[in-house]
């Protein structure tokens, strides 16, 4: 083979040696980034389903506590005041 053409060969082998490095590199990096996403999108989907549940204990007071003023009116003549939240029904 030529001199040249056997050194740019070499060249050529060492330009992508380089970039399939970096590649590689660049792969270790997203992989990992990628897992601190998931780690926080599983954090995420936690803390909206606790969320969830405590609303539905919130409505479920909200709604007895109404129920329980009023059987005390009715029942023991007691006047009764809740603290409500306006935005729950």
Do not use: P
């Amino acid at each position: 083979m030529h001199r040249s053409k056997l050194l740019e060969k070499r060249l050529k082998l060492l330009k992508k040696e380089s970039s399939f490095q970096w590649v590689c590199e660049q792969i270790a990096v997203l992989d990992h980034k990628i897992w601190h996403l998931e780690k926080r999108y599983k954090k995420t989907n936690q803390k909206i389903s606790v969320e969830g549940v405590r609303n539905i204990f919130n409505n479920y007071t909200y709604k007895t506590a109404k129920q329980i003023a009023e059987l005390r009116r009715e029942i023991l003549g007691e006047t009764v005041h809740t603290i409500t939240d306006s935005s729950t029904d």
